[in-house]
């Protein structure tokens, strides 16, 4: 069964840093898409961002271009989030989705594989 495990969440103070990670198991393809999205209280949620393995290619909302960056580690699996300059309306629950691809259109698809979830805390 795939299954997506996201590690690194925590607390920080506004422009801060924090790095998370997310490893895919149960599926022994090198190409995925995979994204991260968010909620917080009250509010929907939004994708912050996603990754086509097999080239690299990477998408960001516009809240959050030139401050997160994601990179991979196929070896493992693993994708990773670098997320600095955090603001406190980064705040909230993070989600990352994986699905098994052969083409690099991930930002707007459907993800039928989640994990459980990481919480990002940004104080002011």
């Known amino acids: 069964q795939v299954q997506p495990v996201e590690s690194g969440g925590g607390s920080v103070q506004a422009g801060g840093s924090l790095r998370l990670s997310c490893t895919v198991s149960?599926?022994?393809?090198?190409?995925?898409?995979m994204a991260w999205f968010r909620q917080s209280p009250g509010n929907e949620r939004e994708a912050v961002a996603s990754?086509?393995?097999?080239?690299?290619?990477?998408s960001y909302a516009d809240s959050v271009k030139g401050r997160f960056t994601f990179s991979q580690d196929n070896a493992k699996n693993t994708v990773h989030l670098q997320m600095d300059s955090l603001k406190p309306e980064d705040t909230g629950m993070y989600y990352c989705a994986a699905v098994p691809s052969s083409f690099a259109s991930c930002y707007d698809r459907d993800y039928p594989y989640w994990g459980q979830g990481t919480q990002v805390t940004v104080s002011s």
């Open positions: 149960g599926y022994s393809g090198s190409r995925w898409c």
């Open positions: 990754i086509f393995t097999g080239s690299g290619s990477t």
